[in-house]
């Protein structure tokens, strides 16, 4: 399983773009890059997956490099209820997925 | 968004207790997976249970954990003689519609005292 390294927190201001950054330089070939969120007491919740270039949805971009060595996660214009903890996880599947410790994002008013 | 609901959602047991988990799906899934979180700290993976049988195991899933598909419908994760340890969220998890994703519940709290 590829190892993951992402920042341990992050701050922000309403309002602003947030970019989370994720390095997995041994990531393989049959790998997924997936984004989650999870809020104090809840489980996981997936924001977004990727396999190479660009994925948006209606939460989140996701960006990822032709090298696949590292993934951004972007998210647009946000609000004290994301405040959370944010994921990074590769993998081909969902069998057997390893959390890291996540990014802490803190939203201020 | 796939649903997952688990019961209890808190749960106090004494340590050498057995307590049983549960997690029903809104929709029929041959996949299962559980993961526990103990407070402050990261979601660990325990097991994944395929088709009525255990797929992949942590190291953390020792002969003290058991999992069962009871009645076709929901999953169940036993927990027999309950550690102080023991105490953290306990999610189960369901595959998502692109198969390399996950859905989770909102979890069982167990406090084991």
């Known amino acids: 399983l590829a190892k993951t390294t992402q920042p341990i927190s992050m701050d922000s201001y309403e309002g602003q773009e947030v970019n989370i950054t994720c390095s997995h330089n041994?990531?393989?070939?049959?790998?997924?890059i997936t984004w989650y969120q999870q809020f104090p007491s809840q489980g996981p919740r997936f924001i977004i997956q990727g396999y190479k270039t660009k994925v948006t949805n209606e939460v989140a971009s996701l960006f990822i490099p032709a090298d696949r060595k590292s993934s951004t996660l972007s998210l647009p214009r946000v609000s004290l209820s994301d405040t959370a903890v944010y994921y990074c996880?590769?993998?081909?599947?969902?069998?057997?997925?390893?959390f890291g410790a996540g990014t802490r994002l803190t939203v201020k008013p | 968004e796939p649903e997952v609901t688990q019961t209890p959602s808190h749960q106090v047991t004494q340590m050498g207790q057995e307590v049983i988990l549960r997690c029903v799906p809104i929709s029929n899934h041959l996949y299962f997976y559980w993961y526990r979180q103990i407070l402050g700290q990261k979601v660990e993976f325990l097991v994944s249970f395929y088709n009525n049988e255990i797929s992949e195991k942590s190291e953390i899933f020792d002969d003290q954990f058991s999992v069962e598909r009871p009645d076709g419908s929901n999953f169940t994760l036993k927990i027999r003689s309950t550690k102080l340890e023991d105490s953290a969220m306990y999610f189960c998890?369901?595959?998502?519609?692109?198969?390399?994703?996950?859905?989770f519940g909102q979890g069982t709290r167990l406090t084991v005292v």
């Open positions: 996880l590769v993998g081909e599947s969902n069998n057997d997925m390893r």
């Open positions: 041994n990531i393989a070939t049959n790998d997924y």
């Open positions: 998890a369901i595959p998502g519609p692109l198969g390399t994703e996950a859905f």
